[in-house]
Each structure stands twice: as structure tokens, then as C-alpha cells.
């Protein structure tokens, strides 16, 4: 499903009036608490604005929370939310693990949780109650064909690819590795000779593709920077 403010705010309100109690709970706004993950690209910025943008619209009181790229930081801003006794909580993990216990304390206060853009592996699936986001295993598969089509025009060369990856351990980050991975794994002329993470940051990304390049070797290099 592709993420968009409306689609988030829309869900949001569904879920909260279908865990409400009372009557009473229309005649109020709704409060949700929201953890960005953090501004590590004019992306996620753009995303942050969008979905302030949109509470304000359409009456939502926001409570927002930046993790700053740190797991920990989110797991406190969770355990606030729930402390402050929000409607729904709505967040995009930093990295895919370790979310079972604030994810229990959510759902024992009867507080539906709601995974933006990024996914969580968590054994009670019940834990959340829906993830909008992309299909990141596909993305991975694309690019894998794009650089299988790129390869057509040397198919007797072979090619060492130097891969640049997101945050290690985060979702996007994993499944578009095993998406890639699924293409050209099969090519027996493909080979990745270098993987390293930017972080989803220009910043980090420029200086490690400054650092696969600086030897000067005559590689084939394609890069993969999830956003």
C-alpha cells in the first residue's frame, strides 16, 4: 500500500473510533502519537511535514516524536504516548527488531498501533494492527532487473557490483537486499564485491562511495541506495 498523509490520518481515525468505548469519543479529537524515525533524507523531511500538515487539517491533535536514527529514543517516545493515554500511536521503526515489549504495553492499554513506511519482525503479529508502506522486496527486484538489463550490453563481461545499503537491521534495508539478491544471485557474472551502509543519509552515502572508489579500480559498480 502506498503511504500517504491522508491514508495514515484515515486510519488511523478508523481504528480509533473502532477502539473506542463511549460515544463520547466522537465529540472529541482524535490524539495520535506519531515517532518519525528521524530527517535523515529531504524525504523523510517531506514526509514529516506532510503528516502535520495533515493533522492540522483535518483536526487531529499530533503529538510527534523524533528518533534521531536511535531505537531507544523511539522506544521512549512510545512508552510516552502510552503513558499519555493517545488514541493511536502511529510510528516508522529505525530497524526492523526488537519492539515485542513496548509493542505488548501498547496493546495491553487498548491502544492501537499503526507501522508507517517500515515494518517490524515481531512473533504476535497481533501486536499492530496494519503496516502502510511499500513492498520493499519488489523495489530490491527492480533493481536487480535494471542492472540485468544494463548487463545486456556487455554480456561477456563480468561485473563486480559495490552495494551501498540503508541503516543495518531496518526493514527497507533487509528486504531490498533479499529482493536484489533474489535477480542477481542468479547471474553467475555478477558478483558484489563491496556492501557498506550510508545510513539513508546523502552525507554518509557520498563518503562511503568516495571510499569504493578512491583505490581508482576499473569496476563495474552499481549502486543501491533505498530512500
Known sequence: MTLTRRTLLASAMLLASTFATSTAFAAKPLVMGFSQVGAESEWRTANTVSIKDAAKKDGVTLKFADAQQKQENQVKALRSFIAQKVDVIAFSP?????????????????????????????????????????????????????????????????????????????????????????????????????????????????EVMEAFTEGGRQEDQRTVRPQ
Do not use: C
Not at 507501522?115 to 519482525?121: G, I, M, S
Not at 504476535?124 to 527492480?142: A, H, M, N, P, Q
Not at 539478491?181 to 558478483?191: A, F, H
Open 94 to 206: 529505525v530497524v526492523e527488531s526488537g519492539w515485542d515489549t513496548v509493542l505488548r504495553e501498547a496493546k495491553a492499554a487498548k491502544i492501537p498501533v499503526i507501522l508507517t513506511d517500515r515494518a517490524v519482525n515481531v512473533a504476535d503479529k497481533s501486536l499492530y494492527v496494519t503496516f502502510i508502506g511499500s513492498d520493499f522486496v519488489e523495489e530490491g527486484r527492480r533493481a536487480g532487473q535494471w542492472l540485468l538489463e544494463h548487463a545486456k550490453k556487455t554480456p561477456d563481461a563480468t561485473l563486480n557490483i559495490v552495494e551501498l545499503q540503508g541503516t543495518v537491521g531496518s526493514a527497507p534495508a533487509i528486504d531490498r537486499k533479499a529482493g536484489f539478491l533474489e535477480v542477481v544471485g542468479k547471474n553467475p557474472k555478477m558478483k558484489i564485491i563491496r556492501s557498506q551502509t550510508g545510513d539513508f543519509t546523502r552525507a554518509k552515502g557520498k
